[in-house]
């Protein structure tokens, strides 16, 4: 069974400038999360959706982030324009169900991005 | 207020000691959900194991056990025998059935010297 895909693997860019991020959850999984996992701290959730749906998205920070689930199935998160504080591993992971219910999420390798 | 706290940041043993990872937890809710994920260098969080609030039985798998006590809101983690490919960051992490956001606590950088 394929894994969660994400790309890029890294990223670096100046301050100002704009970054993608795509993600291809496990197939079957109605859940997709973004996680932002900044150097030496627990990751933190930024959105999920279920199917295309976003269920929670209390922690991102609109001003300059957005992502996206068009199809129910893949995403994007985008970053206009990066800060410094932004350099940080962006990690998605998915589950069949809400994680309360199911308990597991499946996570990628993780977008390592550096802001300079 | 949920919150998972990892007090050891960073924990070094040799090869074949035991280990213990502490995870704390605080949360008003009575239905809720304790994991613990490892991170090994490639970045990629790894599930381990799940515990509901209302199952108190300590779990062994292998060489892995893990140690629930509400009463101290702790849910830790022991390596028996541990082996280098141990080498990771673990991550305690507490979901309620109320919020249903996975919060992570810090992590502990384990290193298993051979």
């Known amino acids: 069974e394929a894994g969660v895909a994400q790309s890029p693997r890294y990223k670096i860019i100046e301050k100002r400038q704009s970054v993608a991020f795509w993600c291809n959850p496990i197939?079957?999984?109605?859940?997709l999360y973004w996680y932002q996992q900044i150097l030496g701290q627990g990751p933190k959730l930024l959105i999920q959706?279920?199917?295309?749906?976003?269920?929670?998205d209390s922690q991102l920070p609109k001003d300059r982030f957005s992502a996206e689930r068009l199809k129910g199935v893949d995403s994007t998160l985008k970053i206009q324009p990066a800060k410094l504080e932004d350099s940080a591993v962006y990690l998605c992971?998915?589950?069949?169900?809400?994680?309360?219910?199911?308990?597991?999420?499946?996570f990628g390798e993780g977008s390592r991005l550096t802001v300079l | 207020a949920q919150k998972v706290t990892q007090a050891q940041t960073e924990i070094s043993v040799v090869e074949k000691e035991d280990v213990t990872l502490d995870c704390v937890y605080e949360?008003?809710?009575?239905?809720?959900?304790l994991f613990w994920y490892k991170q090994p260098p490639s970045g990629e969080l790894v599930f381990l194991i799940r515990?509901?609030?209302?199952?108190?039985q300590n779990e062994i798998s292998g060489r892995y056990s893990w140690n629930f006590q509400k009463s101290t809101s702790s849910f830790n983690f022991t390596i028996t025998a541990s082996q280098v490919v141990d080498s990771a960051v673990y991550f305690c992490?507490?979901?309620?059935?109320?919020?249903?956001?996975?919060?992570f606590g810090r992590g502990t950088q384990l290193t298993v010297w051979p």
């Open positions: 949360t008003r809710d009575t239905t809720y959900y």
């Open positions: 197939s079957g999984h109605a859940t």
């Open positions: 515990r509901n609030s209302f199952d108190e």
């Open positions: 992971a998915s589950s069949l169900d809400r994680v309360g219910n199911t308990g597991e999420l499946f």
């Open positions: 992490a507490l979901i309620s059935s109320t919020l249903g956001r996975l919060y």
């Open positions: 959706f279920q199917n295309n749906g976003v269920v929670d």
